[in-house]
């Protein structure tokens, strides 16, 4: 970026004293930007340009040369207070500025300006949603990654860390959404766990409120997700403390397949004996309740049910 100089006298040449007289105002407005920037006042340097700009319009081709310098440094300058926004974290103040800068450097014909400003903002929106999310404000943070989602409808990381702030705001339902959208934009793995992890509590939940029916339900929902242990041993309680003795086997067996070496495989085996015992299935019940043998809560009483069913 260079100064230019003026020669009046050639300029008085082509027009008025007047006419001059604005070419030199738009000039020295011109140098005035390229002597602020050079300075790092970038905020003066874009009020010179925009100055010289406005008068070197109006001079046609007198004024081009300088025309097509402002129009080259402004939205570079406009870029470089937006990103001075996101340094400081100044978020709101970012993305408004880094609007600015995609209108104007459209205006002025500047592609690379805006597609590097527009790919910018839903990273400044993320930085900001991030930050409430860190700070467990997760009412403001699910605002925040809808922010960037209203930008970036695809962006998966944006649409898990949304369902997070929604699950932590007390909204399932909207996390339930928010995980099924991230699954669908690269997130699949970290969704379905996000997914299988909050329909567990919610079994968990229901089984402490004597909901067995819909403890079981969501325990099931939950292994659609992502097939966990845990998952069929909520169910399986939920279904012996519900009289389903046949599902609680099956629950219960279904956790054992997945973790036979789990620390409370005996007590999980008690657990299969009882609901066997319950059926009538009495061979059935000695051959689980042998496996209970050595659980420290329950071995005891196992011991005992297989000598009465001898």
């Known amino acids: 970026m260079k100064k230019l100089v003026l020669i009046i006298a050639a300029t008085m040449l082509c027009g ?52 097509s310098g402002c129009k080259s440094s402004i939205p570079i300058l406009q870029f470089s207070l937006a990103k001075k926004a996101v ?30 400003a527009t790919g910018l903002i839903p990273q400044v929106l993320m930085q900001k949603a991030n930050g409430f999310l860190n700070a467990k404000d997760f009412a403001a943070a699910a605002e925040a990654y809808k922010e960037v989602l209203a930008e970036d409808a695809a962006n998966g990381m944006a649409a898990l860390r949304l369902g997070a702030a929604l699950k932590g705001a007390g909204d399932k339902d909207g ?18 766990k996000q997914l299988s992890t909050l329909f567990q509590q919610e079994a968990s939940a229901k089984l402490k409120e004597k909901k067995y029916d819909e403890a079981i339900a969501a ?15 909520l169910a399986g309680t939920a279904a012996s403390n519900g009289g389903k003795a046949k599902q609680a086997i099956e629950y219960f067996n279904k956790y054992l397949e997945l973790a036979p070496t789990a620390k409370n495989a005996t007590e999980i085996a008690f657990n299969i004996a009882v ?27 196992a011991q005992k049910q297989l000598e009465a069913l001898k």
């Open 16 to 67: 008025s004293l007047l006419h001059a007289q604005d070419l030199a105002s738009a000039t020295e407005a011109y140098n005035n930007g390229i002597t602020a920037n050079e300075a790092g006042n970038v905020e003066m340097a874009l009020q010179s340009f925009n100055e010289a700009l406005a008068i070197a319009q109006a001079l046609g081709d007198e004024g081009a040369e300088i025309v």
């Open 87 to 116: 340094n400081e974290a100044d978020y709101d103040s970012a993305v408004k500025g880094l609007k600015e800068t995609i209108a104007i450097a459209e205006k002025y014909g500047n592609d690379d300006i805006v597609a590097e």
């Open 219 to 233: 325990a099931l929902e939950a292994n659609t997700y992502q097939e966990s242990p845990k998952a069929y041993q």
């Open 175 to 192: 996390a339930v959404e928010a995980f099924k959208k991230a699954a669908v934009n690269g997130q699949e793995k970290a969704a379905n």
């Open 275 to 301: 609901n066997y015992h319950k059926l009538g299935d009495k061979e059935k019940a000695k051959e689980f309740y042998q496996k209970a043998v050595t659980d420290p809560r329950f071995g005891a009483t």
